[in-house]
């Protein structure tokens, strides 16, 4: 299957130019974000990501980072494993707790929880697979409170998430987080495109 474009270095603004662009194009990352993305449960948000997502994310890390030409390939090899490559949908899972205390404590429990993630829809399930770049549990187990999820799609399942209407649920199955939350159906066909 032919994965979806990647980002370049010709995809990459200046950074005075993004600078005046800045307000602007995060006012779009905001509308574009708001169909990819599901809370599920009180503490796990789940963002999809997408080139458009993707290229936002490396534009801001140069920005604020200040690196110059020398940080763009570092940016892109980051960030460029993190866009759907046809087949598969990718999120970033956030777990977030505002009081520094309770965050602690509750992360400090769900070690393992970017295992336990998956999407059900006409009685299948895609497991998400987390990326492996840095590992996000610790022996002790406790987890970081940012995970990177791939979900790989076979064909067929990519058919029916497609159709209008499919019923897709999301749900964290953790011994100490166990949450479901269904898609909405304009945040279905929203990560229905990632599909080449």
Same mark, same amino acid.
């Given at each position: ?93 956030? %777990? ?16 393992? %929880? ?13 497991? @998400? ?26 064909? @067929?399942? %990519? ?22 939350? @269904? ?14």
């Amino acid at each position: 299957m032919q994965p979806l474009r990647q980002i370049t270095r010709a995809d990459i603004l200046p950074m005075p130019v993004y600078a005046m662009e800045r307000a602007d194009r995060r006012r779009q990352m905001t509308e574009l974000k708001r169909n990819r993305r599901l809370a599920v449960g009180p503490h796990v948000m789940l963002l999809f990501e997408s080139f458009e997502t993707m290229l936002h994310q490396v534009h801001e890390m140069l920005y604020i980072e200040k690196g110059g030409e020398a940080q763009i390939e570092d940016e892109l090899a980051a960030y460029n494993p993190l866009i759907p490559d046809g087949r598969s949908l990718v999120a970033t899972m956030l %777990i977030e707790i505002e009081d520094a205390e309770r965050r602690a404590r509750l992360l400090a429990t769900f070690g393992g %929880i970017e295992e336990t993630v998956g999407i059900s829809f006409n009685g299948d399930v895609v497991k @998400a697979s987390p990326e492996l770049d840095v590992e996000r549990t610790t022996p002790d187990g406790k987890t970081s409170s940012v995970h990177f999820l791939k979900f790989f799609f076979t064909p @067929a399942q %990519i058919e029916v998430f497609r159709k209008p209407g499919t019923r897709v649920v999301i749900g964290v199955r953790h011994p100490n987080y166990d949450h479901m939350a @269904a898609l909405p159906e304009a945040v279905r066909s929203e990560l229905a495109r990632d599909f080449a």
